[in-house]
Structure formats: C-alpha cells, structure tokens
C-alpha cells in the first residue's frame, strides 16, 4: 500500500426518486482493518475494522482503556508496519506499538476472561471487580451543568462531523467543556473506536484524565463506552440513544452521570442526577 487509505471512498450509486433513475458520483466511509502489535514481542493485541486516520491515537486509546500501558511513557514509538518482503513497502493497516524497555504488560484484560470467570458465570459483577483491580476509583463529583448545555450537545457533535456530512455513515465521540464548547472530535465506523480515538489523543497529550469534561457519543452507550470513559476519568457521558444494563452498573459504581435519549429539548438521567443543575 503506497500510500495511507483514505477516510472516504468514491462509489457510483443508482438513485431512484418518483419512479426515475439516474447515477450519480457518491462517498462511502472507508472501513478498513487495523491489527494492533505490541514490539518486541509481535505479538497481535487487536484487529479492530476503523476509519483510517488518528491510527496512533486509536492504538493508544485502545491499549489505555484495556489496562495495557498505564501512561505515556509506556510507549516508546509507534510506527506503520514496513513490509521487507515487497521492496520495504508501508502497511497502513498494521500499526506497531513499541513499549519502553522492560515493561511486561499484562494481556489478559484483552482475552476477556472476566466473562466467564467461574465464581460468577456469565456477568456483569466480573467486569466490575476487573475496573477495580486496574485502579479505577468513583470520578469526584466536581463538573454540573444545567440542562439547556446538554441539549445543545447533539447539534455540535453533527455540525462538527466532517466525514458524516460527506458520507453519512459513520460514528462519532467528542470531549465538551463545562460551557458545552466543543474540545475534540474524532469520527470512525465503529463508536468505540471514535471513543478510542479521542481518549488516545487526550492520552498521547498528557490530558488525562478528564475530569472536568463531558462525552458525548452517538448511538448507544454499551460496557464499552463506559469502560473507556470510566478509565478516562470522565464524569459526564452522553448519548443519542439507550444505554445496555452494565453501562448503567459501571456508571453508578463508579459515579459517572449517564444520560441516553438526548434528542432535543429531552433526555433520561440514569445515573448520577447531582451533576444536573436544573434552574
């Protein structure tokens, strides 16, 4: 691959409108796979289908968020992976992680085996207990914001996705500050790996945590958006749509407000109702 893909692809689409056809020049959202290696093992931690671009950031946010590396120093470079089989030839979709000089990080987060430890069968309380272990600890209550900032999040979030508006088909997470002023963006076909990379920017920044910030993501908040969020130190996550019952039991063991449904003027507070200030 000569040169890195691109987060839009062109495509010729049939458009039927009032019984007429014609064609037209379209933009898809590129997906394309990312596999995550750690070096000097080479060993694979992760293939995960992404939107190219911010790869680095995406590979930092998902080695942060699972317990892998614990700070920026625990990466001593990162780098596309150099095929030496086709005349040194950039592989794009292979991102090398190289990690400082005897650090031995523990992968077991990423076999998932707290899903089925057997003290407990298949639960939620494992998952729980496995945050603990990491280190993470209740988010401090500090940020409140009135309702009228957090129903105009879901219209800065659209207004500020590029690649959604040429293409309509992808993901996106962005940090607000406690005024509701957009921080960041990241965009990607899969929303953990737009949380990924948001995260990882703040990560490979020194930003975090990000105590005095609201999430907003769209689509649903699953386990692991609030998993990435909790690790993050986010107090404030937001959502379009409903969260899943674990994200609601990290939330309020961990005291995240989570807030689903924000569509306009309206939105459910499942946890953490003291952070709303509603005058």
Known sequence: MTKPPGSKTKATVWVVEKGQARTRL??????????????????????????????????????????????KKDIQRMSYCVDD?????????????????????????LERHFYTNSACGVCGKAS?????????????????????????????????????????????????DA?????????DVGRHNALDKLIGTAFLSDELPLNNQIVMVSGRSSFEILQKSTTAGVPIVCSVSAPSSLAVSIAKEFGITLIGFLRGERFNVYTGWERINPV
């Open 26 to 71: 379209d933009y898809l959202t590129t997906e394309e796979p990312l596999e995550i290696r750690l070096i000097p093992s080479q060993k694979t931690v992760a293939v995960t289908m992404r939107t190219p671009g911010a790869d680095f950031e995406l590979a930092a946010g998902f080695l942060y968020g699972e317990g892998v590396i614990s700070c």
């Open 85 to 109: 089989s086709v005349d040194g030839e950039q592989r794009y979709n292979i991102v090398n992680v190289e990690l400082r000089d005897g650090l031995i990080p523990d992968l077991q987060p």
């Open 128 to 176: 729980l207990e496995a945050l603990h272990l990491r280190g993470c600890s209740v988010i401090p209550l500090g940020l409140k914001v009135t309702p009228d900032i957090i129903y105009s999040l879901p219209d800065k979030l659209r207004a500020a996705q590029g690649i959604f508006a040429a293409t309509g088909g992808l993901h996106a997470a962005a940090t607000f």
């Open 179 to 187: 005024q509701g002023q957009l921080l960041n963006l990241r965009e």
